[in-house]
């Protein structure tokens, strides 16, 4: 359910990787905090994931932290925390 839209937010901000594609695996995030807005019967959450971005398939590129609103259905990133950068991935990508 989060994947689209914590692949997007990514892509947003590692856009200028020289045309190699930067994804998210499923088996890299991790849900931080997941909690309740408002009062006890509202259908707002608010969603913490800690994910490791990669290039190429699998050269590690950076380590973000990602909160999104889910508000019925609709999903809403509300920040977005770039914790740490791996060594850049062309060092280690062949020539094309």
């Known amino acids: 359910m989060l994947l689209p839209h914590a692949e997007a937010a990514v892509l947003g901000h590692y856009k200028n990787m020289n045309g190699y ?9 991790e849900v931080i905090a997941l ?21 190429a398939g699998s050269l590690r590129l950076g380590e973000d ?19 740490q950068k791996f060594p850049p991935p062309e060092y280690h990508l062949p020539e094309m």
């Open 21 to 29: 594609g930067v994804t998210v695996s499923p088996e890299t995030m």
């Open 65 to 83: 932290m990602l909160t999104f609103e889910i508000n019925n259905g609709r999903i809403r990133l509300t920040d977005f925390e770039h914790l």
């Open 35 to 55: 909690k309740r807005k408002g009062h006890v019967q509202a259908f707002t959450f608010e969603v913490q994931i800690k994910l490791i971005s990669s290039v």
